[in-house]
């Protein structure tokens, strides 16, 4: 398992502090103070089902896998996390373990923000509530339509008429 790099040259630096990360929230009057921002090499483990939430991490540039795991071992791919994703959002919130693993694809640029932090800038920012509101919305319709797909679909569909 590799860990997190962080950001040591003067030029990603400078990326960092100049490109800020296209979420749901990065317009926050205040989130460059909260926000710690690393690299990620392929195959890390950003964070890991069943621990305790730490924060909030946005991804910011490139892909990663969210996958879910059983007792027996056996891995299911819930989806494939995109930039602007919020990860782990729901277990920051309710405070509850990360209920999945997120693994980077490809070399990820990645946010974090505390629960602390994050806690904080919703109880004084309505920009991060609607943004957080609006993830969840996004996060939940995406859902929705897989079990569409996966439950309704042609095979699996039966006429009630």
């Known amino acids: 398992m590799l860990s997190a790099q962080s950001v040591g040259h003067e030029e990603d630096a400078n990326r960092f502090a100049q490109r800020p990360c296209d979420s749901p929230i990065s ?8 926000r710690v921002g690393k690299f990620y090499p392929r195959g890390s483990m950003v964070l890991v089902e069943g621990q305790a939430p730490r924060g909030v ?9 969210v996958s879910i795991s059983s007792a027996e071992g ?3 791919v819930l989806r494939i996390a995109h930039p602007g994703d919020l990860l782990g959002i729901n277990s920051t919130l309710t405070g509850h373990p990360y209920g999945a693993t997120v693994e980077t694809l490809v070399r990820c640029r990645i946010d974090f923000i505390a629960r602390e932090d994050l806690l904080r800038l919703l ?4 920009k991060v509530c609607l943004g957080v509101a609006q993830a969840l919305s996004r996060k939940l319709s995406g859902v929705v339509e897989h079990t569409r797909m996966l439950f309704l ?7 009630t008429t």
């Open 27 to 34: 317009e926050v009057r205040g989130l460059d103070n909260v």
């Open 123 to 126: 109880e004084r920012d309505k």
């Open 153 to 159: 679909s042609h095979s699996s569909f039966i006429p």
């Open 74 to 76: 056996k891995t299911l």
């Open 57 to 65: 991490y946005v991804l910011c540039e490139g892909r990663a896998k």
